[in-house]
């Protein structure tokens, strides 16, 4: 009678699992099936294609006709470098705020996490005058200043966490040592911090990586524009090709899907880390 | 030591790059919207001052209505639906061990890694009535006929599908993080006195994953509010602003309307929304987790 109970249990359990992971993953099979065929075989009745011939050169045009090496280029140097300075700068000011003693400390860090609470798409109509203004619009630093100033509330929220959690002791021996301040915020308690660090690249990364309402409201010439445009900029070009379209998703979301894959174990602790915290 | 501390000039240069970006990237774009949310700026030309104008209009905008009642929608549709699904997979998630569980964990998570943009197009596709996967799921069951999912009536629902299924992974991760931080020496004693499996849930599982509940949902409700890139890319807010949301409704008053000064205002209302809520649901969810 019991194992019969836990059998019925286990299958209930798998059917489960089962089922949701089809729901998660079945559009994304049918969108690699589809980008794989030609657009007359689309108009089916059943779920998926065999095709007559399967044709890799929808994904040659989606390479070339949409810039992907251009736009992931950008999209890795822009993101890197946000991912650097979001560290840096909530290191130096977690530190500021944690450990330094002065009046403001507390209001300095309550304004600075306000910006967890504004969203960003309200800033998108006054940003872009302002940028258009000062001469930003279709450069790096559109899209680098607003990236970074919307991650930084909550990697400094992460930062100052951690950094309280350093033993006091560690900084007094180097003072001993004669260490300045900012020798101990970058070669005492930085290399402390490490898993924390890899929390914030990793929501910074996860928050940016896939930006596009930004980057279509400050940029304009291609210079400087992230993945998302290849899909985008395509679906006009190739209106009526659908085969070549679904090959362009596919071909965007492959880098992220890829490196998510085979760091899996570490994004998946550090968003744990960071949402449940943030 | 002390002297050390509390150099004024360290700490100044410690701050400074954090304030500043918060300065120019924060909060002056806010004073911006506050000024132009004062006058009819149409994007070109003259700022004429209207007082407030703008604010009284968006009082009786029906667009704008419509925008916080489909933020409402997705916001019931992520706690009604999304949650209680996510904490039952992470629940069942936790009961298997060895290999699966990480596979079955990553793939959750995959469409979240992916592109709002090609979400949005694939949905898309997914809805069309001519080859759409929907519509050919339909068949497969021997239901006849095409449904136009993007129609005005079903829009708003197809949009908080998409919505739901999309931001499905994340929640069901930090519910599973939840349970996984249950000590589990309380799931053996609970098997040990003959609890089952829904018991051991109701008893255990729920009560101590209150604090994650209470965190999930504020973010839920919080993204509700601010969604825009979805629906941007997938309806537009349309047809007749039937999925319309304050984000991209001011968005598109400023840029395709040319009503700069309108979109400023709408800008500054929802700005004193998302901070309201987020102040409300911090308060609300201390007092209860105190209590």
């Known amino acids: 009678m019991k194992t019969g109970r836990k059998k019925i249990g286990k299958v209930v359990l798998w059917t489960i699992l089962i089922a949701v992971a089809v729901i998660q993953l079945f559009p994304l099979i049918w969108l690699i099936d589809f980008s794989l065929g030609s657009s007359n075989e689309m108009f089916t009745n059943g779920l998926l294609i065999i095709p007559e011939k399967i044709r890799w050169d929808n994904y040659a045009k989606a390479f070339v006709d949409g810039n992907f090496l251009l736009y992931l280029k950008n999209s890795v140097l822009i993101n890197t470098l946000a991912v650097i300075l979001v560290?840096?700068?909530?290191?130096?000011?977690?530190?500021?705020?944690?450990?330094?003693?002065?009046k403001l400390n507390n209001f300095v860090k309550t304004m600075l996490l306000l910006g967890m609470m504004i969203p960003i798409h309200a800033t998108l109509l006054p940003n872009y005058k302002i940028y258009n203004t000062i001469g930003?619009?279709?450069?790096?630093?559109?899209?680098?200043?607003?990236?970074?100033?919307?991650?930084?509330?909550?990697?400094?929220?992460?930062?100052?966490?951690?950094?309280?959690?350093?033993?006091?002791?560690?900084?007094?021996?180097?003072?001993?040592?004669?260490?300045?301040i900012y020798r101990i915020v970058f070669q005492v308690v930085t290399p402390l911090l490490k898993p924390s660090i890899a929390t914030v690249a990793i929501m910074t990364f996860l928050n940016n990586w896939n930006e596009f309402m930004m980057a279509s409201t400050y940029l304009s010439s291609p210079t400087w524009k992230t993945l998302p445009f290849s899909v985008l900029e395509f679906t006009g070009e190739y209106s009526s090709n659908y085969a070549v379209q679904f090959a362009v998703m596919a071909l965007t979301a492959a880098p992220a899907v890829i490196v998510y894959i085979i760091l899996n174990k570490h994004i998946t602790k550090g968003v744990a880390m960071g949402a449940v915290k943030g | 030591m002390k002297k050390l501390y509390s150099n004024k000039w360290v700490i100044f240069t410690l701050v400074l790059p954090g304030v500043l970006v918060f300065l120019f990237a924060i909060l002056a774009p806010i004073c911006l919207s506050v000024y132009y949310g004062f006058t009819d700026y149409s994007g070109m030309g003259e700022a004429r001052f209207v007082g407030l104008d703008n604010y009284v209009k968006l009082f009786h905008d029906p667009a704008?209505?419509?925008?916080?009642?489909?933020?409402?929608?997705?916001?019931?549709?992520?706690?009604?639906?999304?949650?209680?699904?996510?904490?039952?997979v992470a629940a069942v998630l936790d009961k298997l061990q060895g290999k699966a569980e990480g596979v079955f964990r990553c793939i959750y998570f995959i469409p979240n890694v992916i592109s709002v943009a090609v979400i949005a197009y694939l949905w898309k596709f997914i809805y069309n009535p001519d080859f759409g996967l929907?519509?050919?799921?339909?068949?497969?069951?021997?239901?006849?006929?095409?449904?136009?999912?993007?129609?005005?009536?079903?829009?708003?629902?197809?949009?908080?599908?998409?919505?739901?299924?999309?931001?499905?992974?994340?929640?069901?991760?930090?519910?599973?993080?939840?349970?996984?931080?249950?000590?589990?020496?309380?799931?053996?004693?609970?098997?040990?006195?003959?609890?089952?499996?829904?018991?051991?849930f109701s008893r255990i599982t729920l009560p101590l994953m209150?604090?994650?509940?209470?965190?999930?949902?504020?973010?839920?409700?919080?993204?509700?509010?601010?969604?825009?890139?979805?629906?941007?890319?997938?309806?537009?807010?349309?047809?007749a602003n039937s999925t319309q949301f304050a984000?991209?409704?001011?968005?598109?008053?400023?840029?395709?309307?040319?009503?700069?000064?309108?979109?400023?205002?709408?800008?500054?209302?929802?700005?004193?929304?998302?901070?309201?809520?987020?102040?409300?649901?911090?308060?609300?969810?201390?007092?209860?987790?105190?209590?």
């Open chain 2, 64 to 88: 704008f209505g419509r925008s916080l009642l489909n933020s409402l929608l997705l916001a019931i549709g992520f706690i009604c639906i999304q949650h209680p699904l996510a904490m039952i």
């Open chain 2, 134 to 200: 929907l519509n050919n799921v339909l068949k497969v069951f021997g239901f006849e006929g095409q449904v136009n999912w993007l129609s005005q009536e079903n829009a708003i629902w197809s949009v908080l599908v998409v919505l739901i299924w999309h931001g499905f992974g994340w929640g069901m991760l930090i519910y599973y993080t939840g349970i996984k931080n249950i000590d589990p020496v309380l799931y053996e004693a609970a098997s040990i006195d003959g609890a089952g499996w829904w018991t051991t």
């Open chain 1, 87 to 102: 560290v840096i700068i909530s290191i130096m000011a977690g530190y500021a705020c944690r450990r330094m003693k002065w």
């Open chain 1, 136 to 180: 930003v619009t279709d450069t790096i630093w559109a899209l680098l200043i607003p990236y970074v100033a919307f991650s930084l509330p909550q990697g400094l929220f992460l930062m100052t966490g951690f950094i309280e959690s350093i033993p006091m002791e560690l900084e007094e021996a180097a003072v001993m040592d004669g260490c300045g």
């Open chain 2, 210 to 239: 209150k604090p994650v509940i209470m965190i999930n949902v504020t973010m839920a409700i919080i993204s509700a509010l601010k969604q825009m890139e979805t629906v941007y890319l997938l309806t537009n807010g349309g047809p």
């Open chain 2, 247 to 291: 984000a991209n409704y001011l968005y598109q008053q400023a840029f395709k309307a040319f009503k700069y000064g309108y979109g400023n205002a709408i800008g500054v209302v929802f700005i004193i929304i998302c901070v309201a809520v987020t102040v409300l649901l911090n308060t609300v969810f201390r007092d209860k987790q105190e209590a």
